[in-house]
Structures are given as C-alpha cells and as structure tokens.
C-alpha cells in the first residue's frame, strides 16, 4: 500500500482545490495530443485533429480533458485505495481501448507542466514532488489490469 505523508496529502488536496479544472483538463489533453501525436491515434472520433489550433479550440478534445481531470479527482478522494478505485478504467483502457499503457505518463508530464504554469511560484520541488508520486501511483494504477 502506498504511504502519504501528511504533508503529501494536504499538498495534493491544496493542489486539487487550486486549479481550475476546465483550463487545466482541456489544455493537458491538447497538449498530450500536439506534443505527441501518436496519441491521437486512439480520439479518431473526435473529428478535426489537424493542427496545434485545431487540437486547442476542439470541444470534444476539451470535453475529454475535463473527463480525464473528473477521473483524476476520483483519485484524490481515494488516496489510500487509487488501485481499487481505478479497476474499471484500468480494464476499459487495456481491453477495450487497447491504450499502449506507456501513454499514461506522457500525459501525467502535461499535467505536471499546466499545473506548474497555473500555480507558479507555489508550485515549489516539494510540492513537484508530492504531484509526480500522486501522478505515479495514478499512472501505476491504470497499468494494473495490464497483460
Ligand atoms: C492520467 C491518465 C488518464 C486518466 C485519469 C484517464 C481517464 C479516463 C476516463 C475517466 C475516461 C472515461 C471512461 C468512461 O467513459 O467510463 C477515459 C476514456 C478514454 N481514455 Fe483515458 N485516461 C488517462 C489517460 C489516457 C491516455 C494517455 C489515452 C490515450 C493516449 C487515453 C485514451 C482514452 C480513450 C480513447 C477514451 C475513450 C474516449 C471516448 O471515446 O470518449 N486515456 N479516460
């Protein structure tokens, strides 16, 4: 079982009750899709993907990072039991979205700079640190139900 420090949970609650979801979940998804575009392979339904431009003003990309963001928060509620918690969206994405799992982190990295963007100077190494493990744990939890 993962172990936070009491300083690790508040700092991921603070982080969470600090950002603006429908910026930050929109503008990582974009730019997981722009800075790595192999990603786009999986959203052929979401129409227009052709450009940085066409990425940014997509409403069914910014739709998807507010669900990602919603996910995400599942996670922060459930702290001490993510692997549980993400037993579901972890077979959806293996077995049926069939995501090269490697994705994930290319994801968390985007989430880690737009959280950084929008808290500044707060966004201290410590608490860069307590995001990345929060990050990891997630990322490791979406792995498991991998084969
Ligand atoms: C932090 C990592 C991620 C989280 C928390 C996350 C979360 C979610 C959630 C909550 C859903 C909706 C599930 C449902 O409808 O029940 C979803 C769907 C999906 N995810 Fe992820 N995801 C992550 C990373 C990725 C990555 C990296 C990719 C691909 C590069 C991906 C591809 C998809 C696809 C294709 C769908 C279905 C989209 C649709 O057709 O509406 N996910 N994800």
């Known amino acids: 079982m993962v172990k936070w420090t009491d300083f690790e949970r508040a700092t991921i609650q603070d982080i969470f009750s600090k950002i603006d979801y429908e910026v930050v979940g929109p503008a990582a998804f974009s730019r997981c899709l722009i800075v790595y575009p192999w990603t786009q392979r999986y959203f052929g339904g979401f129409g227009n993907l052709y450009n940085a431009a066409a990425i940014t003003s997509n409403p069914k990309v910014a739709a998807h990072g507010k669900v990602v963001i919603a996910g995400l928060e599942k996670a922060v509620k459930n702290m001490d039991d993510i692997k549980t ?10 077995e049926k979205l069939q995501v090269d799992p490697d994705n994930f982190n290319l994801l968390a990295d985007c989430l880690t700079i737009v959280v950084a963007g929008q808290m500044g100077a707060a966004f201290t190494p410590e608490v860069h640190a307590a995001f990345q493990k929060f990050l990891a744990v997630v990322v490791a939890s979406l792995r498991k139900q991998y084969y």
């Open 85 to 94: 918690t993400y037993k579901d969206l972890s077979v959806l994405h293996s």
